[in-house]
């Protein structure tokens, strides 16, 4: 009776979360490997099996190439120029303030920083999106080409040269993620022993050598962390360069990402097999970049 | 007593060494790389467009405040931010019921097949949103749910469940048994000692995970974009804000565009700086998981 009453309670709690889960996050998954195989365009009631037709004219499409071309560079430098950034003011706000005695302290204010770090990360991608459109203006009414004409800088097509409009998206997407690892790391960094430093600080070690040899390598897992989640968040980046570039990937592609060409073939060209098939080759690629970033990351502990 | 303590405290005191000061102007550039485009955006909303196109550092000339109620009503920022009021609570609570209810029963029971449906739920992290969004739209328009706030619920609560189970089924197992046995043999059923005993205890897990997902849902953009998209009267706020940048430009509306930002910025400011420990260990847990 009691067992019985046990298996009725699971059942009862379970039952609502699963069916909602399978319904609408399953079910679409499922679907989407199964239309990956087909030519279906989203209205039609026949739905005709192409095989690997799709992932076969992926390798031919120009378009693809160069939203994967662009998906490597935001791969690559997000995660890298972020993490740099943050470490770096993550030190600074952590054992920046001066020797006390032989221990270390953070700089005076560094709760202030802290909370104004941290901000842009609360604000919603198209919020900030909205925001930088006005910052990157092309002519000298923008923000940045506003103070560089005070100089006497001719206006910067921040987001119209295609050479440079990735690059901006970048340090958008920077700006807003740095806080947020700042934080991570600054935890990362309380939870080290203060000993360490001080025995170092003892032996003559200087702040540069400190980083370097105490904080960096203990700080090991959380970069690793760190660096997955950027690197997650370079696939999401869609809703900022959907607002800051246009829903092409303007200028001419050269902002397109892999996320953007999907929901453009799917809603705009109703080519919804093969948005599917990018759909399938994205989620290969977040896999085969999460288990390359673990192993290649993977090295033995450090124990504290 | 007096001097002696108040003498180690002078020397508790940093000396300002060159690198401290070095530290700060860096700490106050990236500090000021965040201001200055809010503090540009929120001054732009008092400016009239003569103005927002002249000097950018220039302040506005006037306190005009018409703009704000340009945003409110004629750009129905009023009416976003109340959708998006409704969705993120609906949506949350939901989430938060449901998610804490799974996590509970695959945390604490043990029963055939509860470590199938533990990881049945945690797949979900693996996959881009963008992979189902497609079959998504399919999905949701067969149930009659499209342009349709219940509909965007449900699917909120569907996308936050994984992350939602598997961080609360690792913070339910932290929690001791012993109360809850007690309760049982006391003749309290599994639900009430689920509601009664698990849940207050489980308190500190279940607010940072309530921030985590009050933030993401309150941010999402995606889901509705495709999920609404035939009924503008149902938008949120990031729908919103980006169909008024567009509208922007074709109305020559600059001010009422940036009154819109601020509108949607100032409260977000608000609860940041009134909960900022709670987000930021909150979002903090979230990653490391």
Known sequence: MERLRKYGFVAGFLAVPLTLYTVFVISPYAQAFQLSLTSWNGYSSIVRYVGLDNFGRLFGDEVFWR?????????????????????????????????????????????????????????????????????????????????????????????????????????VMVWQAVGFYVVLFSAGMAAIPKDYFEAAALDGANRVRLFFSITLPLLRDTVQVGWIYLGIAAFDGFALIQVLAGEKGEPDGATTILPITIYNTAFSYQKVGYASAMGVALFFLTVTFAVLTLRTTRRERVEL | ????????????????????????????????????????????????????????????????????????????????????????????????????????????????????????????????????????????????????????????????????????????????????????IDGASHTRTFFQIMVPMARPGLVSITIFNVLGQWNQYLLPLVLLAGAPDKWVLTQGIARISTMAGYEADWPGLFAALSITILPVMVVYIIFQRQIQSGLGSGALK
Request: without cysteine; aromatic residues 14%; positive net charge.
């Open chain 1, 67 to 171: 939203a994967l071309r662009n998906h490597g560079i935001l791969l690559l430098a997000l995660p890298l120029t972020t993490i740099v950034i943050a470490l770096f003011l993550a030190f600074l706000l952590n054992l920046g303030g001066g020797t006390r005695g032989a221990g270390m302290r953070g700089v005076w204010g560094s709760g202030f920083y802290r909370v104004v770090f941290f901000f842009p990360q609360v604000l919603a991608v198209a919020v900030v999106g909205v925001l930088f459109q006005a910052v990157y203006r092309p002519d000298e009414d923008g923000v940045i080409n506003g103070v560089l004409a005070r100089f006497g800088v001719a206006p910067v097509g921040w987001l119209t040269e295609p050479d440079l409009a990735l690059w901006s998206i970048i340090a």
């Open chain 2, 1 to 184: 007593m007096a001097p002696r303590t108040t003498a180690p405290r002078r020397m508790d005191r940093p000396r300002p060494g060159v690198l401290s000061g070095l530290s700060h102007v860096a700490l106050a550039v990236w500090a000021l790389l965040i201001i200055v485009p809010l503090l540009w955006t929120f001054l732009a909303s008092f400016k009239n467009n003569t103005e927002i196109f002249g000097d950018p550092l220039q302040l506005p000339g006037a306190l005009r405040l018409d703009s704000w109620g340009r945003a409110w009503d004629k750009a129905h920022i009023g009416q976003y931010m109340l959708n998006t009021v409704i969705v993120v609570f609906f949506g949350t609570a939901g989430t938060m019921l449901f998610g804490s209810m799974a996590a509970y029963v695959l945390a604490r029971y043990r029963f055939v097949g509860s470590r199938l449906v533990y990881y049945y739920f945690v797949a979900g992290l693996a996959f881009p949103v963008f992979l189902a969004l497609g079959p998504l739209f399919f999905v949701v328009r067969q149930f009659g749910l499209l342009n349709s706030h219940v509909g965007l619920v449900l699917v909120y609560i569907a996308y936050s469940l994984p992350f939602t189970v598997f961080f609360l089924a690792a913070f339910f197992r932290t929690l001791p048994a012993a109360v809850a046995e007690a309760a049982l």
